[in-house]
């Protein structure tokens, strides 16, 4: 249940928190994804990496988005977490620090997870069943527990439970010996091994991270450790000396260290990437501006830039509530009549971005591609004259006042200025923008934003999106406040699948069962583009992670430059 | 002198105050509800009241502010238990959004701001001092004329317009300077020169051709003045006249503008070290306005009130000092 | 930061010399202009820029493109959206070209953003003038404690950082309507400036023997303001008020770039500025010609404001 981070972070100077951005599963520009991860990286060197704005938190109880999560992974190991690979190996989940993906008993109300051998902390002590749990029971701290939701969500826990530094051990979580531990839930959840690859899975030694320490110095568990950070400016990362590699199929860790440089210019950063001179040639980056698109044109530049879905969403919600978007037909004829290309050209072109079709995007496993209504200016007002509003209406459409963000509200404008409705396009400040949609009594007819799936899976797409019970007076994320008895229905059905594979055949249907109702207007699936330094080896976009460059894999070609 | 200089850190303790006050009243009426930014992507609204709780933000206005001030000199807890956390003096506030003492972040990046204000400073004061002297010796030749006009011009470009000039011709297109950055003095004395070079250039043009208009005004009037005539209908070589007598009074006035001047400076850079993507308390403010971080805004909103004002108080001293005509009594 | 100041060249103006004679009319003023060729060109510049402003809705009708008018014709939105054509699209379609990503008209922007600049600079300039008049002549008229608290909030509000305050205020103020806003933000702060220099000419000017004399001879306080005080004072309010403009001008521009100004899609030559930084080194143009506006305007303006302070100064000399 999180929004994009892209489309979430909040940002006057367009800071954005997306980490290494683009994926190599390279869809429709076709730019090779793998072009740069064909040499093989040699041991040693420092990856740079430059970004705009700093991570959000380095405690993995508290931060949460794609590109926070995939820097997790450099210091820290969880239980479980997603392959490292182009494409579907990205979404895959396998295990980490556990043996397996865990055992279900008792209906799948009870799992659990055996750790491996050899696997320590960044001061030697050995990483125990017991550390584990302390580092879960975290989220329930009302501090520190800001992050993911899941363990809160589908771990049985007392009601008045506020996380081990207040409330002491939780007896839900078991630790019988010092490498076993079992989980018991609150329901029965087949997908549970998914959860867990959630970056608040994450163990520490008992006890510690009181206070907000670990934003600022966090215990390594996995091959890095922080040697400094300075907020906002920059953080570097050593080899953890005590992470054994033995016990880490995942994790190939070349790169002696890697260096961070926060709250640079984006239009700088793609100069410097495009450049590539001295230390640049070590460096990856964020997503390039829309104005840098022109220039990885040349042979030299695209063999150097990975392509492909950010996994996300953009769509326009349309507000039930509000009297003419009550009607169907209305709904109907709006999605018939926004013109999806010129909305991709709006949002910075094809390289940038996709037009969506269907709710979930195209990393999601399972997704069936169709296209519910294909753009028909005459069908549109067929049915606007059949709900009487042949003479149009006012709509008043939320946005962020972005310039891509504003070319998709100007194009969705004109798209419907033909059937006489007249969008008033309403400015909000990207500080509060997310606030003010999320509360009914203040979002207006509809809002232009986004969703990305927390894994790939449409159970953390569909149902906090279009569950009617999931209104709520603040924070509410159904934009639409539509409460449907049969989308309702179907969400419990599919949640109470014990299989996995069928669960997400079934969320396929249920996305089409949603647009019949048409509560929101696809809009793109928007890509990350990256441009990557020369000697960078191992660089693809890990669909997991918002499309960013899965950092585990990144070495260099010669460290010696 | 010691009550003058007493009475004149009361003003600047009542200012300050003011000052704080002010802030605290608006951002505590006007912005929106800090907890709610701090809370997260999975907020509830049981958990948006535990942080206003731990905030304090439950508190009545005066108990809050009184609990910030007696802060800045005490220190401060937030939360208990294992939980606790200390802010001690001077706490300035503590941000949740980055799990930092106020204090701490601006100790961080004062050295990125000092180098720039610095260096800037050293450029303006040489270039425009210079110039402006060279103008009032040659008053009314080509030179005058030239060096005044560029002076205008300099003064009306805003920074950011020029910074952005000068990225693209330097950078860019002529590539002798690499792309500005917060580079340390011991990654290389050169590296750190061009690194910083531009940030110094952009800031101190506009700064340049004030004072090389102030240096020439206050020249020009010093030289017509009736101790001058005195003195050169001495005897005394043109060049002496001008040392021994004209600078001083000329000069006067200018260090005065200076300490103002340099003093806000101290306070952040905001919009150089914006564009420049320097981690200065400039740029740390901007970032802070976007995420609606109100510690440390509040914080560094203060902390360049009080560079402003003790400024303004040295610079009393220091003019009483220089110039013989002002005495305290 | 020059933007955050807009009155500082002037204190180290007109502060400086007493006004003595009854000022300097108008008519020698212009007089003296005409004979200067920047001055004329200055002139020239801003009246055109004016002119564009005003009539900016017969010329966009003329043209075809209005402010907000997306052209797709004119990107390539394969290449990010970058304008087709050389020089960021210049053309006999586009005068100045159109804006990235979407296809707006340049010339029609910066013609809208003229208004909305000179709107809130001269808008903040009247109301800063307004006040600094009103608070600087009550302190320097009376005297005594009036003086005294006067002088306190001056001290108070000039010692804000304003810069950093504004954008704080602005953005955390709902977006509203962000031009009176601004103005009125600007103006808080911005009247202390001239406010210190009418209070020190109007405490010169009370103890002048010809208001002593009209004192003496009964005339009442509005009298004494009005007819003896004010008009001593327009010579410097003249000078003040042209350089206040262009500073304005300024600090409204370095807002909307750092994104607290006017909310798009107004245009606002900061912000055109602003949303030009991602570009500049793609399409130059898209940044040059916004800038280069700014520039020539508050060049203009100081220039104007610089020479007809010359005049004055000149005029009192003699």
């Known amino acids: 249940m999180r929004r994009s981070a892209v489309l979430a972070t909040v940002a006057v100077f367009t800071a954005l928190a997306l980490t290494g951005c683009g994926g190599a599963s390279a869809p429709a520009s076709g730019a090779g994804g793998s072009a ?185 568990s996995g091959p890095y450790k922080v040697e ?334 | 002198m010691a009550r003058y200089l007493a009475g004149r850190i009361a003003g600047l303790v009542l200012i300050l105050f003011m000052v704080c006050l002010f802030t605290y009243l608006i951002f505590f009426k006007l912005s929106p509800d800090p907890a709610v930014m701090i809370c997260g992507k999975t907020c509830t609204p049981e958990r948006i009241l535990q942080i206003r709780t731990l905030l304090g933000l439950d508190q009545p206005f005066f108990t809050q502010f009184w609990d910030f001030l007696s802060g800045l000199f005490a220190g401060r807890d937030y939360g208990s238990g294992a939980n606790l956390i200390h802010c001690p003096a001077p706490c300035l506030g503590y941000s949740f959004q980055t799990s930092q003492s106020v204090w701490e972040m601006i100790l961080d990046r004062l050295p990125v701001s000092a180098t720039v204000a610095v260096g800037a400073a050293v450029l303006w004061l040489v270039i425009g001092i210079g110039a402006g002297l060279l103008s009032a010796v040659r008053e009314g030749t080509w030179w005058d004329r030239t060096t ?123 919009i150089t070290e914006t564009v420049f993507g320097l981690n200065g308390v400039g740029k740390m403010a901007a970032d802070s306005i976007a995420k609606n971080d109100q510690p440390v805004i509040m914080a560094v909103t203060l902390l360049a009130a009080f560079f402003v004002v003790v400024g303004n108080v040295v610079v009393d001293l220091v003019y009483t000092g220089l110039d013989p005509r002002v005495r305290i009594r | 930061m020059t933007t955050a100041a807009p009155s500082r060249d002037a204190k180290a103006g007109p502060g400086a010399g007493t006004p003595g004679v009854p000022a300097t009319s108008g008519r020698r003023i212009a007089g003296a202009l005409l004979h200067d060729w920047a001055a004329v060109l200055s002139t020239g510049f801003l009246a055109l820029v004016v002119l564009m402003a005003v009539c900016a809705p017969l010329i966009t009708a003329l043209t075809g493109h209005g402010p907000n008018d997306f052209d797709a014709a004119a990107i390539d939105t394969n290449l990010g959206g970058l304008p087709r054509g050389s020089l960021g699209g210049v053309s006999a379609e586009h005068l100045f070209g159109v804006e990235p990503q979407n296809g707006r008209d340049v010339f029609a922007r910066i013609m809208y953003g003229a208004r909305v600049s000179f709107l809130i600079a001269i808008s903040a300039t009247v109301l800063t003038t307004l006040l600094g008049v009103v608070f600087g002549m009550l302190a320097g008229f009376y005297g005594g404690w009036a003086d005294q608290v006067i002088s306190r909030v001056m001290d108070f509000l000039m010692a804000f950082p304003s810069l950093i305050f504004m954008i704080a205020i602005l953005s955390s103020l709902p977006s509203g309507n962000r031009a009176v806003l601004l103005v009125v933000v600007i103006s808080v702060f911005g009247w202390p400036y001239l406010a210190r220099v009418v209070r020190g000419q109007t405490l010169t000017l009370v103890n002048r023997e010809f208001v002593e004399a009209a004192r003496a001879s009964g005339a009442s306080t509005g009298a004494l303001v009005f007819k003896e005080i004010l008009p001593n004072l327009r010579s410097s309010l003249i000078v003040m008020t042209t350089l206040a403009v262009p500073g304005y001008i300024g600090t409204e521009a370095g807002l909307s770039f750092l994104g607290v100004g006017v909310t798009p899609p107004t245009p606002s030559w900061g912000q055109m500025i602003a949303s030009s930084v991602s570009w500049y080194a793609v399409d130059p143009m898209y940044f040059a010609i916004p800038g280069l506006f700014l520039f020539l305007t508050v060049l203009s303006l100081t220039v104007l404001g610089d020479r007809i302070r010359a005049v004055t100064d000149a005029g009192e000399a003699s």
Request: aromatic share 8%; net charge negative; with cysteine.
């Open chain 1, 36 to 220: 740069t991860g064909a040499a093989a990286a040699s041991t040693g060197g420092t990856v740079h990496v430059l970004l705009t704005a700093d991570y959000s938190h380095l405690d993995p109880a508290r931060g949460w988005d794609g590109g926070v999560n995939n820097f997790y992974r450099l210091i820290y190991r969880g239980l479980t977490t997603f392959g490292a690979g182009p494409g579907a190996e990205g979404t895959k989940i396998v295990p980490d620090l556990a043996t397996t993906t865990g055992t279900g008993s008792d209906d799948n109300k009870t799992w659990t997870f055996t750790l491996k051998d050899d696997i320590f902390f960044e001061d030697g002590t050995p990483i125990t069943s017991e550390a584990m749990k302390f580092g879960v029971e975290r989220a329930w701290d009302p501090e520190a527990g800001i992050g993911s939701p899941y363990a809160r969500l589908l771990i049985d826990a007392p009601k008045d439970y506020k996380g081990p530094y207040v409330s002491g051990d939780l007896d839900t979580i078991e630790t019988p010996d010092a490498k076993t531990i079992v989980f018991h839930l609150k329901k029965s959840f087949a997908d549970f091994a998914s959860a867990l690859a959630q970056p608040n899975f994450v163990p520490f030694p008992k006890g510690s991270g009181a206070a907000g320490a670990f934003d600022t110095k966090p215990i390594a």
């Open chain 1, 228 to 561: 400094s950070y300075q907020r906002g400016a920059s953080l570097k990362l050593v080899r953890n000396p005590y992470w054994k590699a033995s016990s880490d199929t995942l994790r190939p860790a070349k790169a002696d260290g890697f260096e961070f440089t926060f709250g640079l210019d984006g239009a700088t950063i793609d100069e410097r990437m495009l450049a590539g001179q001295g230390a640049d040639a070590n460096a990856t980056a964020g997503a390039i501006q829309a104005a840098t698109v022109a220039r990885i044109q040349t042979p030299q530049i695209k063999e150097r830039t990975l392509s492909g879905y950010m996994g996300c969403t953009t769509y326009m919600s349309l507000n039930t509530t509000k009297k003419p978007l009550g009607d169907v037909r209305v709904r109907q004829a709006i999605n018939y009549a926004v013109n999806k290309d010129t909305v991709v050209a709006g949002d910075g072109g094809t390289t940038l971005a996709d037009k969506a079709t269907s709710i979930q995007p195209p990393t999601i496993v399972g997704r069936v591609d169709y296209d519910p209504y294909p753009t028909d200016p005459a069908k549109a007002q067929q049915l606007l004259d059949d709900a009487g509003l042949g003479d149009g209406f006012d709509l008043t459409l939320d946005v962020r006042p972005d310039p891509r963000q504003q070319g998709m509200a100007v194009a969705i404008q004109e798209a419907l200025k033909p059937l006489k409705i007249n969008v008033k396009i309403n400015n909000i400040d990207t500080s509060t923008f997310y606030e003010v949609i999320a509360t009914p009594a203040q979002q207006h007819d509809a809002a232009i934003t986004g969703w990305c799936p927390d894994w790939s899976s449409g159970a953390t797409f569909l149902p906090p999106l279009f569950d009617g019970r999931n209104i709520f007076d603040k924070g509410n994320q159904n934009l639409a406040q539509i409460n449907d008895e049969a989308i309702n229905k179907r969400i419990d059905e599919i949640g109470a699948m014990t299989d996995v594979n069928a669960a997400n055949a079934a969320y396929a249907e249920l996305d089409k069962q949603i647009m019949e109702q048409a509560p929101i207007v696809p809009l793109v699936y928007e890509k990350n583009v990256t441009i990557v330094g020369g000697n960078v080896a191992g660089a693809y976009l890990n669909d997991a992670f918002s499309g960013g460059i899965d950092f585990i894999s990144l070495g260099l070609k010669d460290p010696g430059k």
């Open chain 2, 148 to 270: 005044m006009g560029l002076a205008l011009g300099g003064a009306s470009i805003p920074n950011y317009v020029l910074a952005l000039a000068l990225q693209y011709v330097l950078v860019v297109k002529l590539q002798i300077l690499p792309f500005p950055s917060a580079v340390a003095f011991s990654d290389g004395p050169l590296l750190w020169l061009q690194s910083y070079l531009m940030p110094w250039i952009v800031l101190a043009t506009g700064y340049a051709c004030l004072y090389a208009r102030l240096t020439r005004a206050n020249v020009i009037d010093t030289l017509a003045e009736n101790f001058m005539r005195t003195a050169r209908s001495k005897g005394l070589a043109p060049v002496l006249t001008m040392r021994r007598h004209a600078l001083r009074p000329a000069l006067t006035p200018i260090t005065t503008i200076f300490g103002m001047d340099f003093a806000a400076l101290l306070g952040g850079a905001l």
